[in-house]
DNA sequence: CTGTTAGCGCTTTCAA
DNA sequence: TTGAAAGCGCTAACAG
């Protein structure tokens, strides 16, 4: 069997409860004794046993990490911030990847993975229903969300509707008047708020500018490259007038959009503008005109609040809205 | 406190051994105790506490997975596929990212972090020290390795050098004589062993053939986008003779490749013909013909192996060569 | 089929 | 400053 706090114990000759204060480096330990102890400890290759000490002391020192996909832009750079910051301290990172948005597999989760298993909980982008939201808080870990609001749950994203509105005015400025909007809100019912947050804004800015918002040049993706590709269909193939310029709610439709754009001979930006949200890794090779964020420090400051939250600053988790930037790139110009 | 099960028992009437049987699905159970039992412990809101199940058996259901990166394509993908077998067996995932590939913050994951946390390994695409290999197995939990070999460890990956033949052999069979490579491997120290064998067997192809590697068209990039716009300089701004096909040892080294070449004025494939390795996202989208492998596909494969040694199979953990597949798209034709 | 009883390895009062 | 001892909640013999 491996070595455990008794064999240490035993071999320096002191009792355990001497061995765990002298490795946790709590006080009322002598130097010496310390001294002592750490070397044999050393010595001995001592591993201290994560389950018995969880046992011990009902913390896990586990962070878990909820989110519906890990594979993709946002998502896995929300992760590496979060398990950059966990690290830093000494935490673990349990993820729970939904592996999609299907609501089935979820219920399993509330209870019995999530529960006991860690000390706090970041939700990446996940539309959470009351009652799964209900079940989580009543384990009363501290929870943050990433990347979007939840209702009831602090949340660290990005101001959606003020980054539309520089988005879409960004275009108008440009003296766009025929805009077309790539929106994310496929599935209503599963999806998440943030498509919808984008979509009013985009209303709301062009009626402020007196433009109509053409239901042909409105197409709903699932934030991928491919739903970019296949919205070209829509809204550069259509019968009447092609837009000038297109809004997407992600910087992956944006680009799908692009490359399907080119591939029919257009030229971006002079038969069509295109601006996304995001500024994805592709985003300044492919010269995309984009609203930036950075999901990897908003994953790394929201798990900051959490970790400060369980060190026992009480109200430490609150909502953060960090910045936007317009990043003005190649795939925006003025309407021919 | 949470209801242990303890409160079950009592409210059953049973002893704490038979509620641990019902719930665990054991047999010597009578049917009629363990309907009661569930019913009790459904209506306590009983969960179990993982903790002290893991101090008990030794076992914590929980595989632990170790990344460079959490962000990047591949390991996005191959995280994907763990998460997903994983799931489908009630096993947890522990997530070590190290941000990049600096081996100073290693060690303390090989002991501290790994060792008593979980219940086996697996390694995406990480070049481990002998020493750190050491550690892991002395730890004597089953190991696998994703996307590369590992010497001593099982792993499962494509036949890179299969791949990168196939890849050099498709430019080759369309007359291209003049054809560059950009490479992974920047930091031969700290780096994977991937990119040394796609540049040696790009060699060895090349020789082959009786075509010459020519020095100034040989780049070595990080397998960003953005290597692959700066690698342009080198290969498209040369003063010599340029290049008419490059192979790329990552899609998006190619993709930034081909961003950098539109904005030079470079056609694809009229100019200069392009073929990558992974079928990324992008890569359809992009018209990029590459050499598909399957990421998630592969973790997933990985991670089953592991949960049938876990499960008792001894030797269940093999060496496993996934196929690869050229996608010939838009991005290579024959030379001008 | 069911209950008793030791632990698993660590933390944490409470005494000394 | 140090030690003794009682748990934390569950599992796994071993009896019955």
Redesign the interface.
């Known amino acids: 069997m ?1 070595v455990s706090i008794d064999d240490v114990a035993a071999r320096a000759n002191v009792s355990t409860a001497t061995v765990s204060r002298a490795l946790r480096g709590l006080p009322r330990v002598s130097p010496a004794t310390r001294a002592k102890v750490l070397a044999i400890a050393d010595e001995l290759g001592y ?6 000490s ?2 011990a002391t009902g913390r ?1 020192r ?1 962070v878990g ?1 909820l989110a519906p ?5 946002f ?3 929300s ?2 911030g979060i ?2 910051a966990l ?1 830093e301290n000494g935490f ?6 939904l ?1 999609g948005y299907e609501r089935g ?1 979820r219920h399993a989760y509330a ?3 999530v ?3 860690i000390d706090a909980l970041v939700v990446i982008s996940l539309p959470l229903t009351g009652e799964e939201l209900d079940q989580l808080q009543r384990t009363d870990i501290p929870m943050v969300a990433v990347g979007g609001p939840v209702p009831g749950c602090a949340a660290v994203r990005m101001d959606d509707v003020a980054g539309t509105t520089a988005a879409v005015e960004h275009l108008i400025g440009l003296g766009h008047t025929r805009i077309g909007h790539l929106h994310g809100a496929i599935r209503d019912d599963l999806n998440f708020v943030v498509p919808g947050l984008r979509y009013d804004a985009f209303e709301a800015t062009m009626a402020r500018a007196g433009l109509p918002v053409r239901p042909e040049w409105t197409v709903g993706g699932d934030f ?3 739903d ?2 296949r919205a070209a269909v829509t809204l550069l193939d259509g019968p009447g007038e092609r837009p000038t310029a297109v809004f997407c709610a992600s910087d992956e439709m944006a ?2 959009l692009m ?2 754009a080119h ?1 029919r001979g257009l030229r971006i930006p002079e038969d069509l503008s295109v601006i996304g949200i995001d500024d994805h ?2 985003a ?4 995309l005109t984009t609203i930036a964020q950075d999901p ?1 420090r908003q994953g790394y400051l929201a798990t900051r609040m959490l970790l400060r939250e369980l060190a026992g600053t009480a109200g430490a988790v609150q909502d953060l809205v960090v910045p936007f930037e317009l990043k003005v790139r190649s795939s925006t110009a003025p309407p021919n």
């Open positions: 491996a591993v201290p046993s994560p389950s018995a969880r046992l896990t586990t990490v996909f890990a594979d993709r832009w998502f896995g750079h992760i590496e398990d950059s690290r673990n990172l349990l993820l729970f990847s592996g597999r209870e019995r993975m529960r006991r298993q991928t490259v491919d970019g590709v680009l799908g490359f399907a591939r890794d592709f300044a090779p492919a010269g990897r």
